[in-house]
């Protein structure tokens, strides 16, 4: 499978624990993007990077949110004292900008469920 | 900010039918693209059709195509000849090229086609 995946697919936790995501992108994509969906509406930028470089945060990150992506390949998305407000289903998408490519192609996404 | 609206939250149409999706955006930029995305129920997020700012020329992808009316800031979708594989949310999103890349989403329409 060539494709983005992301794991886990589902995550049920606790209020105040910590969870960490992890996607991996398709292979040769420099450029890797999170996105939060909560129900009914639209996906919403969160963070991206460019190799291993994070280059840009949303507002929307707040400081119990981090993201990793240590040697340009798969990243990582921490979020730490988890809340209500939290649960999601947490995007990732990758891109080939070295290529021209504008076309991001979306993993399955992790839903997380904040009890 | 760019911003994306998407007017209608559900529409539905009869297998073999044509249907028409609403998106409005404001950007006062000008290198920008415009895509719409099609979100299948519990599967993940694809490109349909792309439309790059600067082009007059309407995008058609098969049974896919845009009116992209610049002045008016208006990207509508329609699908033609209506399949029940159709049925998905579509969402409405930009990318201000240069700029990170990053997409703004719509809040999206849920589409049912009807056997």
């Known amino acids: 499978d060539t494709g983005v995946s992301q794991n886990p697919r589902h995550k049920i936790t606790k209020r105040g624990q910590n969870v960490t995501f992890r996607c991996d992108p398709i292979?040769?994509?420099?450029?890797l993007y999170w996105y939060r969906q909560t129900l009914g509406q639209g996906p919403e930028f969160l963070t991206y990077?460019?190799?291993?470089?994070?280059?840009?945060k949303s507002r929307l990150l707040s400081d119990r949110f981090s993201a990793e992506r240590p040697k340009g390949s798969f990243s990582t998305l921490e979020i730490q004292r988890t809340e209500q407000g939290d649960s999601a289903m947490y995007l990732c998408?990758?891109?080939?900008?070295?290529?021209?490519?504008?076309?991001?192609?979306f993993g399955p996404g992790t839903r997380l469920t904040v009890l | 900010a760019q911003t994306v609206t998407q007017s209608q939250p559900e529409m539905s149409v009869q297998e073999a039918e044509t249907v028409t999706l609403s998106c409005t955006y404001d950007?006062?930029?000008?290198?920008?693209?415009l895509f719409w995305y099609k979100q299948p129920p519990s599967r993940q997020m694809i490109l349909v059709i792309r439309?790059?700012?600067?082009?007059?020329q309407n995008a058609t992808e098969n049974r896919f195509s845009v009116n992209f009316q610049k002045a008016a800031k208006s990207f509508s979708l329609k699908i033609s000849d209506s399949q029940l594989g159709d049925t998905a949310m579509y969402f409405c999103?930009?990318?201000?090229?240069?700029?990170?890349?990053?997409?703004?989403f719509g809040g999206g329409t849920r589409l049912m086609v009807k056997p």
């Open positions: 998408a990758s891109i080939h900008k070295l290529t021209g490519g504008t076309e991001q192609f």
């Open positions: 292979s040769e994509h420099n450029r």
């Open positions: 990077f460019q190799n291993e470089a994070q280059l840009e």
């Open positions: 950007t006062s930029e000008s290198n920008y693209y």
């Open positions: 439309q790059e700012a600067y082009k007059q």
């Open positions: 999103a930009f990318i201000l090229m240069d700029a990170g890349n990053m997409l703004t």
